[in-house]
């Protein structure tokens, strides 16, 4: 087996132990004794916000790990059987709260093996002399085409609404666990000197472009619309089940038939609108492009409030369509934009803090506060969803976002910045 097919497979199972499960665990879980009673949404919010929590502290210490003492091969097959393990014990869960630990532990395994899993196949790559930039992308799509593979398997196969989804990333999960230790070496490189302090191991150093207004002010954004990331794989999947109590759509209908796999073209669209940044980026600059995502997420949203499975369905499909603007264009044009504004001794860190304020504290308080909010505004006494009222709330937020980010975000567009941009 050659080295690139290698990695692309490991690329392809790190996603797919992810995707079997993420987009519709909520389907599960409101379709189970677990969601009966008061609050189901504020305790799916916490289960949900698991994923942010994780990423707050768990990448930074593993990484120290595979700096260090271990590895990184090792420590990502370890993570990956020990999530594989977890997972199967998800069956045996019969309440909310269990199930918070639950997804916390599985969490805690498996959010760090995303980074390490780049780090991975950066050295592996390297050490045989190929060039990174030019190999690597088409590696990391097949990660995404996983996801995507995922979320259909988990359709399919009739597991979307039960514990099945979490039997099949598990077995995936154990599996790619296994596989990694067959991987060329990844010994640990010392990145770290011996002598360092606990605030530059852990990165903290890049705390203190708080103290830069511009750079605070974008770290604010990046928060603020990080709450947004999620809420779609949140809802998304358990929005278009939820057609089959109306009357006029049905159980059988296409939309709720195969609501994962019309979710999964969000994933399609993600890969396409990858291929499109540096050309909205060297055209309009970084800050238009952020500004875009914002406005694609308000379309996202939006078309969502008002579509359905009949005269609908274009605007659910559009939505799924323009996800790929909306996550793609903020993620890359953010990076873009710390690499290029912040010190070099501090840049990696600074990417980090980028991505604990979107994927760790904005994505958290988006869980956290949309499970509250759709309890306390928008469900029944019966504990039916006001779906149409969800989704113009969220639209209403990301325009609000849109348009502070637009009048307080200063940001001079110099074609140089996207020269290197990577795809």
């Known amino acids: 087996m050659g080295i690139k097919f290698r990695l692309t497979l490991m690329s392809f199972l790190q996603f797919f132990v992810w995707g079997a499960w993420l987009i519709t665990i909520a389907t599960y879980f409101f379709n189970s004794p677990m969601a009966a009673g008061e609050n189901a949404g504020a305790k799916f919010g916490a289960i949900f916000s698991t994923l942010a929590l994780s990423s707050l502290f768990m990448p930074a210490l593993t990484g120290i790990i595979a700096d260090k003492w271990m590895n990184a091969e090792k420590l990502y097959g370890l993570l990956h059987i020990l999530y594989g393990i977890v997972l199967f014990y998800v069956p045996q869960v019969t309440d909310a709260d269990t199930l918070y630990y639950v997804i916390f532990a599985a969490m805690i395994c498996y959010m ?57 990333a598990g077995a995936f999960a154990i599996l790619l666990g296994i596989f990694s230790f067959t991987l060329p070496k990844c010994p640990p490189q010392k990145a770290i000197a011996a002598d360092a302090g606990l605030a530059d191991q852990l990165g903290l150093t890049s705390f203190k472009l708080f103290g830069n207004y511009k750079m605070a002010l974008f770290f604010l954004f990046s928060m603020l619309l990080g709450g947004a990331l999620q809420l779609t794989n949140m809802y998304g999947d358990t929005f278009l089940d939820d057609f089959k109590n109306n009357p006029l759509y049905g159980p059988e209908s296409f939309v709720v038939r195969y609501s994962t796999i019309i979710m999964s ?55 799924c369509i323009v996800y790929g603007m909306a996550f793609d264009f903020f993620n890359i044009s953010g990076s873009l934009f710390v690499e290029t504004t912040t010190d070099s001794k501090i840049r990696s860190s600074a990417q980090g803090l980028f991505m604990m304020m979107t994927n760790g504290v904005g994505a958290f308080l988006g869980s956290k506060i949309s499970g509250y909010a759709i309890d306390r505004f928008y469900t029944t006494a019966e504990g039916h969803k006001d779906w149409h009222g969800i989704w113009l709330a969220f639209a209403v937020y990301a325009m609000v976002v849109a348009v502070l980010f637009l009048l307080l975000f200063k940001h001079e567009h110099n074609p140089k910045d996207v020269e290197n941009v990577a795809h």
């Open 112 to 168: 760090p093996t995303i980074s390490l899993s780049n780090s991975i196949a950066y050295t592996i790559l390297k050490n045989n002399d190929f060039d990174v930039v030019k190999v690597f992308p088409p590696i990391r799509v097949w990660g995404t085409i996983g996801f995507i593979a995922a979320m259909w398997v988990t359709n399919l196969t009739g597991s979307k609404a039960n514990t099945n989804q979490f039997l099949i």
């Open 265 to 319: 073209i969000s994933q399609i669209s993600e890969t396409a609108f990858i291929l499109t940044i540096p050309f909205f980026l060297k055209r309009f600059g970084i800050k238009k492009v952020m500004l875009f995502s914002m406005l694609a997420w308000v379309l996202r949203f939006g078309l969502f409030a008002y579509g359905n499975p009949a005269d609908g369905l274009w605007m659910i499909i559009l939505s």
